[in-house]
């Protein structure tokens, strides 16, 4: 489109490993002004990614945490009905009671409307709403513009945010809203990449603990009947507890001792299977 | 342009809508598409919506810029069949010679080329004849090992792969666990669960919602008014009854039962029960079908509201199911004929539910399938079928 998009192109950033696929789509997203709808299991970067756009282009990002009750004109505005009242009770805020301008306060999405500059909107785990709320809030996305119905004002917005989207896939997304996103899945790093996302957050760490560590992680990932499987957000703070254990040897895992099983496995029956199985192995 | 490519996309199934298409257009006019590579990308992150959809993506884009084979499921079955027919083989020549009325020894005597091409030979052969003696021969869809779209294809070699990388990576078909399509396995258990998670009955809305209702006063001024949400209701009780006789079911047991295991949490109750092909006098309480039973007669004891969810392929000899003494096991004691034990527990229970991991086109080819969905609604053991049959036993109490 612009030149302007193609000069703000997305390369990575200094905390996240991009693969090569993902970053040609967030750019050809940016390009298309379309938000981006990324799956994928927990623990795989979502939301990691939103922050290192962010990062890399120097805009301000807006989170908006997407909760299952949530309603979304809580995401536009609020209208703070509960001070206006206790403002005409008192009248001591010097606040303009019979203006109710005063008492709107703007949600995420508004927020993000109305800064001054261009933001990343993060729209995270939009799958624990329902499905009025998902295509409403594309509906706004689309327009790039809502309505205060209190105070019957349009707002639009002063810059079109690069918006990203997350999903834990617990329900489907329903076609229309699917259809007014691009998409992508991200798959569970292999252990090659797992090795760089490692070096990454691990600058220092010794390579015979990286490397035992990644392949006992993998083959606990592999265990079967495992309901919540140990991502790398895991593996990261598993391998943080182990380096901060002076008597921990890297070597031990090798032959099947694995320590702090609990930071890997949070579910009490995953973490009960992992034990035996463990204990089987040995 | 590409759409050719588009149409082939729209005929294996994929939702693809002229929309997103007209999108990938504009995509590629802002220059960033400038390689095959490219497009591969830009055209599945604008064009698939699901993950479940990049597998046959990954195929269609193989096939359409490289020319490799498309998916043809009648072809994938007869693999797949082959695959298993050469396992039995090597467990146990005996019977399965015997079985195809050849002599073990004359098999022995081939080498494993020569063996797969007799076995095709015969396969083809079988599938004009369809005598149901032999049902593991001809439908490919009672084959344990899965049908078309979950496996990769058995025997079939993927294609060639040179030169460019996109076609390379597209046949690499890193999604295939993903697809949508297929039996449920190991790997769809956390997502077979998610939708078992859904079996949650609605209570009344008799919940006070003090935020809602706060805002809504001051909103009138300081005029109460209250908000009532839904509470939720007690939670439910499930009967699990599985058929775990035989080969047939046999990859599937272990599957659904941690399926439910897991979800324990979210029952009132769970029982498991086993059978094997059909329900007789007795329901098994040990997997063995030997020591522990329980009367069919005795389950109007248990509340009927419980949802009773059977497992099981229903696909056997039509006797089986209708006559008086159908059971083909001695420890099943059989004195009405089976089909009528299944309608006293249909009648029993107000919700129920049979999911068959036999694929849901390859029902009409037996009939007892048929009989049986008849009296229990019955749903494909997928991700998709999980689902319906979730909300088909959700739905409301009556």
């Known amino acids: ?282 | 342009m590409f759409i050719d490519f588009f149409y082939k996309l729209k005929n294996l199934g994929i939702p693809v809508s002229p929309t997103s298409f007209l999108t990938l257009h504009k995509a590629i006019e802002t220059g960033l598409v400038m390689s095959l590579d490219d497009f591969y990308t830009a055209s599945r992150s604008i064009l698939i919506k699901s993950e479940r959809y990049f597998d046959v993506f990954d195929q269609v884009f193989a096939h359409h810029f490289k020319g490799a084979d498309l998916p043809d499921p009648s072809e994938k079955e007869l693999a797949e069949t082959i695959r298993f027919l050469l396992e039995f083989w090597l467990k146990d020549p005996k019977t399965l010679a015997d079985t195809m009325g050849i002599d073990e020894n004359q098999l022995a005597k081939l080498t494993p080329e020569e063996l797969v091409e007799y076995f095709k030979e015969r396969l083809k052969d079988q599938e004009g004849r369809h005598d149901g003696g032999n049902r593991w021969i001809g439908t490919g869809g009672t084959s344990p090992v899965g049908h078309s779209g979950y496996h990769p294809g058995g025997m079939r070699v993927g294609g060639i792969s040179r030169n460019k990388s996109a076609v390379k990576v597209a046949l690499e078909r890193r999604y295939k666990d993903y697809s949508k399509r297929g039996p449920l396995s190991q790997a769809m258990m956390g997502e077979a669960l998610k939708r078992l998670r859904n079996l949650v009955p609605e209570g009344p809305k008799d919940k006070v919602n003090v935020e809602a209702s706060i805002y809504q006063t001051m909103k009138n001024a300081g005029e109460i008014e209250i908000v009532f949400d839904r509470s939720l209701r007690d939670r439910l009780k499930v009967i699990l009854a599985i058929d775990n006789g035989g080969w047939s079911m046999e990859p599937y047991v272990q599957t659904v039962q941690t399926l439910f295991d897991h979800a324990r949490a979210q029952f009132k109750e769970l029982k498991i029960f086993y059978f094997h092909n059909t329900i007789y006098d007795n329901l098994w309480q040990d997997p063995g079908r030997r020591r522990d039973h329980m009367n069919v007669e005795e389950f109007v004891r248990f509340d009927p509201q419980t949802r009773f969810i059977l497992v099981g392929d229903a696909s056997m000899a039509p006797y089986e199911l209708l006559a008086r003494d159908g059971t083909i096991y001695v420890q099943d004691r059989s004195t009405m004929p089976s089909i009528e034990r299944l309608k006293f527990l249909a009648d029993t229970f107000a919700r129920t539910a049979w999911l068959n991991p036999v694929p849901a086109k390859m029902w009409p080819y037996t009939p007892t399938i048929d009989m049986v969905a008849k009296i229990f609604p019955m749903f494909e053991l997928t991700l998709d079928g999980l689902e319906e049959a979730v909300n088909h036993l959700a739905t409301s109490h009556n």
């Open chain 1, 1 to 282: 489109m612009t030149g302007h998009h193609n000069s703000s192109r997305f390369t990575g950033a200094s905390r996240y490993v991009l693969d090569n696929e993902l970053a040609k789509i967030v750019n050809i997203s940016m390009a298309l002004e379309m938000p981006l709808l990324l799956k994928g299991e927990p623990g795989t970067g979502k939301t990691m990614l939103a922050h290192a756009i962010a990062e890399s282009l120097g805009m301000p990002l807006v989170v908006l945490n997407v909760k299952s009750s949530m309603k979304l004109v809580e995401a536009l505005y609020q209208y703070d009905t509960l001070t206006r009242l206790n403002d005409s009770r008192f009248g001591d805020s010097g606040r303009d009671v019979s203006n109710i301008e005063n008492y709107i306060r703007m949600g995420k999405i508004g927020r993000a409307f109305t800064s001054d500059t261009k933001t990343v909107l993060l729209i995270d785990e939009i799958d624990k709403a329902d499905t009025d709320f998902q295509d409403d809030m594309l509906d706004v996305l689309d327009q790039m513009e809502f309505d205060i119905i209190e105070i019957d004002k349009t707002v639009r917005a002063k810059n079109r945010p690069v918006i990203i989207i997350t999903s834990n896939a617990k329900k489907d997304l329903s076609d229309p809203f699917l259809g007014r996103c691009n998409f992508h899945h991200i798959a569970f790093p292999d252990p090659r990449m797992m090795q760089d996302i490692i070096q990454v957050h691990f600058p220092d760490i010794d390579n015979t603990l990286a490397q035992n560590a990644i392949m006992a992680f993998y083959k606990l990932r592999e265990m079967s009947s495992i309901e919540k499987r140990p991502a790398t957000r895991e593996l990261i703070n598993w391998i943080r507890a182990m380096s901060s254990d002076p008597d921990f040897n890297p070597k031990n895992l090798d032959k099947g001792d694995i320590p702090f099983l609990g930071v890997l496995f949070k579910k009490s029956q995953d973490f009960a299977r992992a034990v035996t199985t463990l204990a089987r192995t040995r």
